[in-house]
């Protein structure tokens, strides 16, 4: 079959330029998309560096000389001091020598997320080693210099305070607070900015401690240039672990409602719980949440164009929980959005309406999207755990059977624990009592 | 010292890109192609047409993105069960859908006739829809483990696929059929989600800025925003879409480029057995933006925000690789623009550039007026940090050195290496540049600082309290 088209897609001899005026050819063909048994395409080998306490892991690839390095540290706005949560964001702007870094070239940035953080530049391959030595001053002796750490506090001031993005935050918070009302500190609203050099340096103890971090390198890199460049960060004292458990979602299902006049249409999620990211439920619930978002598509975008994207998400990135499809929508369709929502996930609930075919063509899309992923080696560290083992999660990826969608699926979206968050601009005249309790999220205090 | 001799000799390396490997072929038809043969790494495909939001008419912005959006929608040969059954209703159901939004313009879409023209329009769409299938295109392309995707901007749009080496030939085959013969399935439908998409622009200062790019291109393509207006887009009709296509996507008009596994021999056979076989058809001549006169404007808004825009050359001109290097300037922490925030007051800075590149644009701030800040002495503290801003050497040996990684972290990516070259190719017919290094000295980019000044800002003043 899979020739047959090929064919007719090469018969393009006859082809008269213009809108639907071309002639077609004397056959007429349907192709079956589902059909055909789809290899994933080669992956890109992750090493790890053993023996080594540290987390070190590279991906070769050799075209240019440029290495793309990233530091995660699985330490994030969870474990920032309360109230705080700008304090990890300003350890990690001013705990190194931003200069002497840049004078190599590199253009390093720093990401702070709820559960992990990173630091991350590119260098050119020679520079690789002067790089990493000056990465390990700032675990080492974090860099701290006066006038940076003021003027660093001035910007992150000058970032957070105003209509926008209050506004923001509160349609941001709205999620958290639909799964994670009950934990202190992560949803309280935040306070004036109050962070000296003190609490920085206390807090850079916690999170910058090396057996906290993991390592990436992608690039022109063997397991010789990593040793070498990792030499300088080996003398580190590994020091302490942070310990601490996740949160699990649970304050209260039905409707979270989070106006803001800010965002120029409405952002709909449905959530559930019980994702859990890094364990051997992983691929199922990656399957599953695949396979509704797919559904979901066909239904809200391509059979009404009632939205633009429906894409998954989840809350608190590594520690899982709170899962969901986030879509935006006209104010003026966000009822019939909602209504074909529900439906979508009561179709799946009730009936799971995935022939055999369809599962095993979205199952190996789903195989062939981990892997992608694992090719975009600088997000490898975000991702892994100490006990990451890509070769056994690509084999729980070919083992998935229905039954496992199912299951999965169950177990994140049983409806009597399903939240409906709306932001943005909507009708609040709707009657939402109709999707389960309301709860209104008050807005955040500036 | 020896600091600046490392990053020197970095430089130098990073400049030696290989141009020599990369091969222009030329088409009957006029199409261009630039080939990169890499082993041992999926293969990176752009079409790149030279047809964006500055070809667009007044009254029908937001079409060339809608263009690019249809051409998913498959061809006569892909999406279709017969298209000798297709053809006459597909024909027959776009002219409905023009006469529908003929009436929408003149506001008679709800009148009596309107409705009944619009519940035809309906009952034609399910006729159509059963006798094919929007999504086939895309779905066969999965199969065929080839990622596709596309964008639109002011100056161009990209059609980019990602493929195993073996699937070369088939992701030729396709394009060429949808270049040459895209069917406007799901018209409607498709229409209404790059609506929605509008909704998805987060920024509420979006609306001022498209205020700032109206006066600024007053009379030119640049005037609005490559998604369209609010104003047109729910509005434009298959003849509007149909009429920007017969004018700009003609073969000359239009280049591909290859990065990655394959064999260029094979590759030239198959574009004549592909691309090659489009008939040529005459290029619609592009008008150039044009930017007027600087202005001081004042515009609503939620919070107070000052936007400072200067003029930026075209990119391929030399005063272009200047800027380059003084946004490499300013992405340093802390940049000139960090340091307006040593003391009290301090604002918040958002750089910006646009509308294109391929043409005379604006590169600029938005700032946005801390407590107890006016405009006024927000503005003279921009103007007196830009007169006073002089990189030292260590500060223009470091952009540089950034630049430099920047054109390696393009030569490794191979959809930014195509799309990199194809642009520069249709836009600007010249491709070396791409990969060259710049030879830009600290004092042509202090010049263009030392330009930076009040009389050639466009300023303006947003949600004055």
Not at chain 1, 45 to 69: A, I, N, Y
Not at chain 1, 355 to 382: C, H, I, L, N
Not at chain 2, 24 to 49: H, I
Not at chain 2, 253 to 272: E, I, R, T, Y
């Amino acid at each position: 079959m899979r020739s047959v088209a090929w064919l007719l897609l090469c018969a393009c001899a006859p082809m008269v330029a213009g809108p639907g005026r071309v002639l077609p050819v004397a056959l007429q063909y349907e192709p079956n998309v589902y059909g055909v048994k789809v290899e994933p395409l080669p992956r890109r080998e992750v090493h790890r560096l053993t023996p080594s306490p540290l987390t070190v892991l590279w991906v070769e690839d050799h075209v240019v000389p440029l290495v793309d390095v990233r530091l995660v540290a699985h330490c994030g706005l969870l474990d920032a001091p309360a109230g705080q949560p700008d304090a990890l964001r300003v350890a990690w702007s001013t705990a190194f020598d931003l200069t002497r870094l840049q004078a190599l070239g590199a253009e390093p940035r720093a990401e702070v997320r709820s559960t992990l953080s990173s630091f991350y530049f590119s260098v050119a391959r020679p520079n690789l080693e002067a790089a990493l030595a000056l990465v390990a001053e700032g675990l080492t002796s974090p860099h701290l210099d006066a006038d940076d750490f003021a003027l660093e506090l001035n910007l992150v001031r000058a970032s957070r305070e105003g209509p926008v993005e209050l506004a923001r935050r509160r349609a941001s918070e709205a999620l958290l607070r639909a799964g994670y009302g009950h934990v202190p500190g992560l949803v309280t609203p935040v306070a004036p900015l109050d962070i000296s050099v003190e609490l920085v340096r206390s807090t850079w103890a916690r999170c910058g401690a090396a057996a906290n971090l993991a390592w990436t390198f992608a690039g022109d890199v063997d397991e010789a240039a990593v040793r070498a460049a990792m030499r300088p960060i080996d003398a580190l004292p590994l020091s302490a672990r942070l310990e601490r458990s996740w949160p699990r979602a649970e304050s209260k299902p039905g409707v979270w409602l989070a106006p803001n006049d800010v965002d120029p249409g409405t952002v709909l999620s449905l959530c559930g719980d019980g994702f859990l990211p890094g364990t051997d439920s992983e691929p199922a619930a990656e399957f599953a949440l695949s396979l509704v978002v797919s559904r979901l598509s066909q239904d809200l975008r391509h059979r009404s164009g009632l939205t633009y994207a429906v894409t998954p998400s989840l809350t608190l990135d590594e520690a899982g929980g709170l899962a969901c499809v986030s879509l935006t929508v006209a104010p003026e369709q966000t009822a019939v959005a909602v209504e074909v929502l529900f439906k979508v996930f009561d179709l799946f609930w009730k009936d799971w309406p995935v022939p055999f075919m369809d599962m095993s063509w979205y199952k190996q899309r789903a195989r062939r999207s981990a892997q992608s992923e694992a090719w975009a080696a600088g997000d490898v560290a975000t991702v892994e755990g100490p006990g990451w083992d890509a070769k056994k999660l690509d084999a729980r990826y070919r083992q998935l059977t229905n039954a496992d969608g199912v299951s999965a699926f169950r177990h994140m979206f049983d409806p009597a624990r399903r939240r409906l968050v709306v932001s943005g601009r909507f009708d609040a005249s709707l009657d939402w009592t109709r999707w389960g309790p309301v709860t209104v999220i008050p807005g955040p205090t500036p | 010292m020896g600091l600046w001799v490392v990053v020197a000799l970095v430089a130098a390396q990073a400049g030696a890109s290989d141009t020599k490997s990369v091969e222009f072929v030329s088409l009957s038809n006029g199409m261009r192609w630039l080939l990169v043969p890499r082993a041992g790494e999926a293969t990176n495909g752009v079409v790149v047409v030279k047809a964006g939001g500055i070809d667009e008419q007044a009254g029908a912005t937001g079409v060339a993105h809608l263009l690019e959006h249809l051409a998913f929608a498959g061809t006569p040969v892909v999406g279709v069960y017969s298209w000798s059954q297709e053809e006459d209703l597909a024909k027959q159901t776009l002219a409905l859908i023009d006469e529908f939004a003929e009436l929408q313009r003149r506001n008679k879409a709800l009148k009596p006739a309107g409705r009944k023209l619009l519940a035809r329009i309906e009952e034609e769409e399910a006729s159509w829809r059963k006798r094919t299938s929007s999504r086939v295109y895309q779905g066969l392309a999965t199969q065929f483990r080839v990622q596709l995707n596309a964008w639109t901007t002011k100056d161009s749009t990209t059609y980019w696929g990602m493929f195993p080496p073996e699937e070369l030939h088939f992701w030729l085959a396709a394009e060429a059929q949808r270049f040459a013969a895209p069917v406007f399935r799901d018209f409607r439908i498709s229409r209404q989600i790059v609506h929605r998409e509008r909704l998805m622009r987060g920024d509420p200062l979006d609306e001022a800025f498209e205020g700032l790019l109206a006066e600024a291109f007053q009379g030119c393509g640049y005037a609005w925003p490559t998604i369209g207006l609010e104003a047109d887009l729910p509005f434009l009709s298959p003849s509007q879409v149909s009429t920007f296509y017969e004018r700009h996507y003609a073969p000359g008009n239009a280049v591909g480029v290859l990065v990655g596994d394959f064999d260029p021999a094979q590759v030239k056979q198959w574009l004549a057995e592909t691309f090659e076989l489009i008939p040529a058809r005459p290029v619609w001549p592009r008008s150039p933006a044009v930017l007027n006169r600087p202005q001081y404007l004042v515009a609503p808004g939620v919070e107070p925000w000052l936007f400072i825009a200067f003029p930026r050359p075209p990119a391929r001109l030399r005063s272009a690789a200047a800027w380059r290097i003084i946004d490499a300037l300013l992405d340093r922490s802390p940049s000139v623009l960090d340091r307006l925030c040593d003391g009290d007051p301090c604002s918040k800075v958002v750089r910006f550039q646009g509308p294109g590149s391929a043409e005379v644009s604006l590169s600029g701030v938005r700032l946005r007026l801390a407590p107890g800040q006016t405009f006024e002495t927000l503005e003279a503290a921009v103007f007196k940090a830009l007169r006073d801003w002089k990189p030292t050497e260590a500060e223009f040996a470091a952009a540089r050195a950034a630049r430099d990684v920047h054109r390696l972290q393009l030569e490794r990516d191979g959809m930014a290496l195509a799309s990199a070259l194809g642009e520069a190719l249709v836009l600007q017919d010249d491709w070396k540049w791409v990969l060259a290094p710049e030879p830009v000295s600290l004092r042509e980019v202090q010049d263009v600082i030392d330009s930076l000044t009040q009389g050639r800002a466009w300023v303006m003043q947003v949600g004055a309290p």
